[in-house]
């Protein structure tokens, strides 16, 4: 396989790979195959850009939907796994935090353990991909008091932020690998320390989880910060660390604690405040991100039919606004909006959110 510069057919989130996901949960193979053959007709990248949504591993994530990934591009997506595996492990030597790039679930770690955990038969790297995310819930050194081993010396944008943050999103934070970890002991994949990270990294987001991210401020406070407004959605607040918390409550025989998550859940999505942030139906940020995960919540719920109400009016909202997105791909377009609509999930197509 070749390794080019990315063009942007080849992301997972707006190019051509994430429609061929519908094309595929449509059981249209035909307009599926089209789509492929768009999104690799340059050459698919295995350098330090591939991840879940970009490149190889985006490739055989759509690919295995239908069950077609071949040997030659598991190999590729190896070969990616192992030079990040050997970054993480320099890194870790050398004892300084990490980019969110390096775990998260969009560009890191936490994506190609989704990746790794969906394969039919066992994938010889998914343990030391696990073992790498469970060692971020090691405390680490540094100028503010006793910082998480995720905690980033820059801020969410990459930019220089002063005493830097911890990412607490499902797509860029914690319940990333909060929520993978989960699955897999679910799934009955586990390494060394595996529950005792899950536990850590749930404590961490019972204190800190009302927020996008936590600063140092949040470190040496005596109290939790009084959460801010802000938009509720499954990439960043409180609905997608929610789901990241009934998974380690399922995973860790935890009712109470899935209780509480179920409830923020039913609280957030019935309430007019926080309705009345979210502008748009994408997968992402919007409608279709959250009907996905309701959907998902109340499928692991002792009592799904609590969220009925909900998942009726996130579909009404979904339905009269999709059309009206301007992008067409999968996570910020119309194609993830149309999956959400679609309403079924037989290809396994939500592993890319860590919904299931």
Avoid at 67 to 93: E, F, I, N, T, Y
Avoid at 213 to 233: F, G, M, N, V
Avoid at 318 to 340: C, I, N, S, V, Y
């Amino acid at each position: 396989m070749t390794t080019t510069i990315a063009p942007r057919r080849q992301d997972l989130s707006e190019g051509a790979l994430g429609m061929a996901l519908l094309d595929i949960e449509r059981r249209d193979l035909s307009t599926a195959r089209r789509h492929l053959a768009q999104a690799t007709g340059r050459g698919i990248s295995t350098g330090s850009n591939a991840n879940l949504f970009h490149g190889a591993p985006a490739l055989e994530f759509v690919l295995g939907r239908a069950h077609g990934a071949g040997d030659d591009v598991r190999a590729a997506v190896d070969r990616v796994v192992d030079a990040r595996l050997a970054s993480a492990h320099r890194r870790q030597a050398a004892g300084t935090l990490p980019d969110l790039a390096e775990w998260d679930l969009i560009r890191g770690l936490t994506g190609l353990a989704a990746l790794l955990l969906s394969r039919r038969r066992p994938a010889p790297r998914l343990p030391a991909v696990l073992a790498c995310l469970v060692a971020l819930a090691h405390p680490t050194d540094g100028e503010v008091r006793v910082p998480p081993g995720w905690w980033s010396a820059v801020g969410p944008d990459g930019k220089e932020m002063a005493g830097g943050h911890g990412n607490n999103g499902m797509a860029h934070g914690v319940a990333g690998p909060l929520a993978v970890l989960s699955l897999a002991l679910r799934a009955g994949v586990s390494v060394p320390g595996q529950e005792e990270a899950v536990g850590r990294f749930a404590t961490w987001l019972d204190r800190h989880g009302t927020h996008y991210w936590s600063t140092a401020a949040h470190l040496d406070a005596e109290q939790p910060a009084a959460a801010e407004p802000a938009r509720q959605s499954w990439c960043y607040g409180q609905p997608g660390i929610a789901r990241a918390q009934q998974l380690a409550a399922l995973a860790l025989g935890d009712p109470a604690r899935r209780r509480a998550a179920e409830d923020t859940v039913a609280g957030i999505l019935t309430d007019p405040r926080h309705l009345a942030r979210i502008t748009d139906s994408t997968l992402c940020h919007g409608w279709a991100g959250l009907l996905v995960l309701t959907r998902a919540v109340a499928a692991d719920s002792p009592a799904p039919a609590r969220f009925t109400p909900v998942i009726q009016d996130l579909r009404r909202r979904l339905a009269a606004d999709w059309e009206h997105l301007p992008k067409p791909g999968f996570m910020e377009g119309r194609t993830g909006a149309q999956l959400a609509l679609h309403e079924t999930d037989i290809t396994g197509w939500t592993r890319a959110l860590l919904l299931a």
